[in-house]
């Protein structure tokens, strides 16, 4: 008897059998612990929603179904639902290394996010974010004017000519980007590249 039960019903034909499949070593994304038992939380809660994409020969190419592999692997499940590629294996690698990258570069509308999840009456925590991540930065100020930006000796002489270079982690680069531009904003202040 197949284990697919966890499998969303229209793409049950779809299921193999896990140790059917093999994770590419050129995976250029990893999983750490957190990132596994995330994945196993969703899957505990939902199932497998949507199918992996693989070679015709079962190998997983697409960065992040390593990570589902695992996480399955945990949940003791014996099936998965994939679908085969006949692509050549530098193009699944390639849309691997795209899809992933375009996901990353979408951000989150925090307030929009924010009430989603409470509409749905949950905690940031159960849909794998923190207080944290949903806080405003300015949602402790009165107004913009009392912001200390800690710049009291700064003059940058007129408006069109203020300079600034910020130093932010790479990983962090496109949410900083995006929480700074709408800090900004709220300033009545705009960020544009310097050239």
Do not use: C
Not at 63 to 86: C, F, N, P, Q, Y
Not at 126 to 149: I, Q, R, Y
């Amino acid at each position: 008897m197949t284990d697919d039960l966890h499998i969303e019903p229209d793409i049950r034909h779809l299921a193999v059998p896990i140790d059917s499949l093999k994770i590419d070593q050129h995976q250029s994304r990893t999983h750490g612990p957190d990132s596994i038992a995330e994945i196993r939380r969703s899957f505990e809660r939902h199932g497998q929603k949507v199918p992996l994409v693989v070679q015709r020969d079962g190998l997983v190419t697409k960065a992040g179904h390593g990570g589902r592999i695992m996480a399955a692997r945990e949940l003791g499940w014996t099936h998965l639902a994939v679908v085969k590629s006949d692509d050549a294996p530098e193009l699944l690698r390639e849309y691997a290394i795209r899809d992933n990258r375009s996901a990353e570069k979408a951000r989150w509308d925090i307030d929009a996010l924010a009430r989603e999840i409470g509409d749905l009456g949950l905690d940031a925590v159960d849909v794998g974010f923190t207080e944290e991540d949903l806080a405003d930065p300015m949602s402790d100020t009165e107004n913009a004017d009392d912001v200390d930006l800690g710049m009291e000796d700064f003059d940058p002489g007129p408006p069109e000519n203020a300079r600034f270079i910020i130093a932010v982690p790479v990983e962090n680069v496109d949410a900083f980007r995006a929480a700074f531009r709408d800090s900004l904003a709220r300033l009545g202040a705009v960020m544009r590249p310097i050239k």
